[in-house]
């Protein structure tokens, strides 16, 4: 299977790469082709200068116009093949504009004559021009998930053509719901999970029932950028949060630290169309308080260059016990798209200071889970802490050598410094008692580098359309840290009646400076590609394979392995409205090396590759989506043989699963968000036999979730909303012996927008996370359990400036 996939790919992508390469002497004549050809789209409904943009950005044509008049009138959008003239007229009909053609490849907009003079452009004029690959793709009606998003490099892709899972979440939902951190949009989905209570200072995610880092979360597709660690990445700057399912090696590379259940792409904001100046005054239990301020911009001729600025502040103590975070975050997005070349820049700082972490605790083999206590108790006590910072940027561009030919490059990294305290605890009993230990208090340092450059070729071979890609990407990244334990132990304790010893000495804060090399990763990466179409799009089928290079030294193990990781995906459109898919795609993480005690003792693996196949449908009907999938992962396990004592990768976890997402408006003023997840997890060629058949740990078996939207015809403005979370139980060990109960949580909220003259809005919103107080636990893959965030109030205003 891979290596027949490998083959294929390599034929039909390397060459539409350089077939592509020699069109150029025909751009005249294939501009005009373009004009004349019929293409499919589909385009949802929304505000005729949005949809007209869209349309314009999708068919390759510069459009000018001004948007003001024509964001008041509403568009069913565009569905079906079209040449763009007849694109353009469908969109245009019964709105009172015509298209003219300018002369020089560029088309304008007028009135029709009797109507009104002929439009201006003045400076707030839109130029559409092709999408930069992260440009976020439009929102569903209702704003909450946009129809399309960055399948690696394959970049932006709608949904219905997409042979993935994948939903996309907009700054309007976290706007609307409050969304402070990355992990909380994340609460939306069933299949991604964010394991850790924000309480934890730390973001902890799973997908499909696997582990994945959030040091692998991905900065307009690149690795290495976010923030991580202990610093989890702030919402206020970030335009779209990409929940890509399941393994993906051939479209993103190896995730740094190994992660395969699926990916998780932030998209910064850019400055759009209209000028924006917003800002937003906040408040969350118990004493949050701060502002946010958003400033976006463009200039030039034609609207070329594009401003925007995010600055966030907030302090306080939060609803748990003992607890105060502070958080910073300055960012700047820059952009510049002209008719051929397209750049973009984005540099950011963030700063928190979290006191009173409450971590992820561990429970001693064998006991049984205790009762969680209360959720706004905090039995970690008030030293623990937690102080990351971290510059971080890129610059990203583009270049269309012709019609045929796309050329981009890329650059990004960060640095995090953090300093932090934990007193790591120990359940001992279901009484709750925890063991005495002794306090650490630690300085941490990574620097990352990342780079990625590639070719995007677009061409025909008789009945055949091809998009063929040809990419690098590599990644540094050095990790330091330097550990300093405390004198004195840290006293027993109980979780439902804590006792704190006294505050530590915290002059023994280790220096950032004194920090040692923990591990140096070097990720290198190429990446060849192509998606193959016909019957107008309406067959797709997408062929690739990925080299990867993985260099690591540290940890006692130096390490250099390269493996090869294929990927085949169909897409079927049989009609506009649904879309059927299978694929068959891997995931790559570092291989294990062999421990002292082992007969082959430092013996380094290959690689571990993930295999998923999966297959699913989607559907698509004004304005509301729908994506079905049902897969199976396959994960390496190893393990030493008891017989032999020979370490090898041999064992094996394995999830078969079924996704169900839905998204949008079902019907004028209604909108759901949500979905259903099950998995069927399975331990299996575990060693000896031990725990088979037995369930992964942190695995539930449902994972349930509705949310809700309702514009209240009563009183035009206001919205009420409300989601219901059903986790059902799972397994704190592999051995199945540790029941973590079922939960289930609501949350509630409401927001009131109009306008207070001039065209400037205000939007009031309130929001009740975990609305009935409920305690429960949480855990992750490593067996550790975490306790619920408390019910918390949040408050915000919107004002238009």
């Not at 499909?208 to 610093?231: E, H, Q, W």
């Not at 001729?301 to 401003?307: D, K």
């Not at 995906?569 to 891997?586: D, H, K, M, T």
């Not at 997402?661 to 099950?678: D, H, I, P």
Request: no cysteine.
């Amino acid at each position: 299977m891979r290596a027949s996939v490998l083959s294929l790919a390599v034929g039909s992508a390397l060459a539409g790469i350089v077939g592509a390469a020699l069109i150029g002497s025909g751009a005249v004549q294939a501009a005009e082709a373009v004009v004349g050809e019929k293409k499919r789209y589909a385009i949802p409904a929304g505000k005729l200068s949005d949809v007209l943009a869209h349309f314009a950005a999708s068919a390759g044509v510069p459009l000018s116009f001004d948007p003001r008049p024509l964001s008041a009138i509403h568009s069913d959008g565009l569905q079906g093949s079209f040449s763009v003239e007849e694109g353009f007229a469908r969109l245009l009909a019964g709105s009172g504009y015509e298209l003219v053609d300018k002369g020089d490849g560029a088309w304008s907009l007028q009135r029709l004559p009797g109507t009104a003079d002929t439009l201006a452009l003045p400076a707030s004029t839109v130029t559409a021009s092709p999408r930069l690959s992260g440009e976020p793709m439009p929102a569903y009606a209702g704003g909450q998930v946009a129809t399309g998003g960055q399948v690696g490099i394959l970049g932006n892709r709608d949904i219905m053509d997409t042979p993935f899972n994948q939903t996309n979440y907009t700054a309007e939902l976290m706007e609307n719901q409050q969304a402070r951190h990355i992990a909380a949009v994340l609460n939306n989905d069933p299949t991604a999970h964010a394991n850790g209570a924000t309480s934890t200072g730390a973001d902890d995610f799973s997908i499909r029932g696997f582990y994945v880092s959030n040091t692998d979360l991905l900065f307009g597709g690149m690795p290495g950028v976010a923030p991580t660690f202990f610093n989890s990445m702030m919402a206020e700057s970030i335009e779209r949060v990409e929940v890509l399912k399941g393994p993906n090696a051939l479209l993103n590379g190896s995730a740094p630290n190994g992660s395969v259940g699926g990916t998780i792409n932030l998209v910064p904001k850019r400055a759009g169309a209209q000028p924006l100046t917003q800002f937003t005054p906040s408040y969350a239990s118990d004493s949050q308080v701060g502002g946010h301020l958003d400033i976006g911009r463009r200039f030039g001729a034609e609207q070329e260059f594009g401003v925007r600025f995010n600055g966030v502040y907030r302090d306080g103590d939060t609803a748990t016990d003992h607890q105060s975070r502070e958080s910073q975050l300055l960012a700047l997005g820059l952009d510049y798209s002209g008719e051929s070349l397209r750049l973009s820049s984005d540099l950011g700082y963030q700063k928190q200071d979290l006191e009173g972490i409450t971590d992820f605790t561990s429970l001693a083999a064998g006991v049984p889970v205790p009762d969680a206590p209360d959720a706004g108790d905090n039995y970690d006590g008030p030293y623990d802490f937690s102080k990351p910072e971290v510059y971080y940027g890129t610059v990203r561009g583009e270049f269309d050598f012709n019609e045929h030919l796309t050329g981009y490059a890329a650059a990004g990294g960060s640095e995090r410094n953090t300093q932090y305290m934990l007193n790591l605890r120990t359940i001992v009993d279901a009484e709750g008692n925890l063991a005495p230990g002794n306090g650490r208090m630690s300085a941490d340092k990574m620097y990352s580098r990342a780079q990625e450059a590639g070719l995007r070729g677009r061409f025909e071979t008789g009945p055949v359309s091809h998009q063929a890609v040809l990419a690098y990407s590599g990644l540094d990244r050095d990790w330091r840290r330097i550990n300093v334990n405390l004198p004195g132990a840290v006293p027993a304790s109980n979780i439902y009646r804590p006792v704190f010893g006294p505050k530590p000495d915290f002059s023994l804060v280790p220096d950032l400076n004194d920090a040692q090399t923990m591990q140096d990763l070097k990720l290198s990466s190429v990446a060849l590609v192509d998606t193959l179409s016909v019957f107008e799009e309406r067959v797709q089928l997408t062929l690739g394979a990925r080299q990867q290079k993985i260099d690591s030294t540290g940890f006692g193990v130096s390490y250099d392995e390269k493996e090869v990781t294929p990927m085949a995906g169909l897409v079927i459109r049989p009609w506009q409205e649904v879309s059927f898919y299978a694929n068959y795609i891997e995931g790559l993480e570092q291989g294990p090396t062999a421990p002292d005690t082992a007969a082959n003792a430092g013996e380094v693996f290959a690689p571990s590759v993930t295999e998923q196949y999966e297959v699913g449908t989607k559907l698509e009907l004004d304005g509301f989506g729908a994506t079905l999938s049902l897969y199976q992962i396959t994960q390496p396990s190893a393990f030493t043989d008891p017989a032999s004592n020979i370490f090898k990768v041999n064992g094996e976890q394995r999830h078969r699963g079924m996704d169900l997402n839905v998204y949008g408006e079902v019907m004028e003023g209604v909108r759901l968000l949500g979905g259903a997840a099950y998995i069927d997890s399975e331990l299996t060629r575990t060693e000896g036999g031990i725990n088979e058949g037995n369930r992964g740990a942190a695995v539930p078996e449902w994972r349930l979730i509705l949310g809700a939207e309702w514009d209240t015809p009563f009183m035009p403005g206001l919205t009420l909303s409300a989601r219901a979370t059903r986790n059902e139980s799972m397994y704190l060990d592999q051995a199945n012996t540790q029941d973590i109960p079922a939960w289930t949580r609501l949350d509630i909220g409401a927001r009131y927008r109009f306008e207070r003259g001039e065209g400037k809005a205000v939007t009031l919103r309130a929001n009740l996370d975990n609305a009935l107080d409920d305690n429960y636990w949480d855990a992750n893959s490593f067996g550790q359990l975490t306790l619920n965030d408390p019910r918390t109030l949040s408050l915000s205003a919107t004002f238009d400036l």
